[in-house]
């Protein structure tokens, strides 16, 4: 299955990370995009897409940073 997701802030533009573009892996259950603290805070909404369908859209959304080692 081919999938596209995609982290929107509040005007529901897309956030990407500034020196490495879009960076996202995904699993059953999770979704990890590779952003800087200060990215990841603009996110709100997390847009789904699987093809051949629309996108959805789930807005609200917290973002959870890794815990440091």
């Known amino acids: 299955m081919e999938a596209e997701f995609q982290p929107l802030d509040a005007n529901g533009k897309l ?11 995904f699993a059953p259950g999770w979704i990890e995009f590779y952003l800087t603290s200060a990215e990841a805070a603009k996110v709100t909404t997390v847009a789904v897409r699987t093809r051949p369908f629309v996108w959805i859209r789930f807005k609200n959304v917290s973002m959870e940073l890794p815990k440091s080692p």
């Open 15 to 25: 956030v990407r990370r500034a020196d490495q573009g879009d960076m996202t892996q």
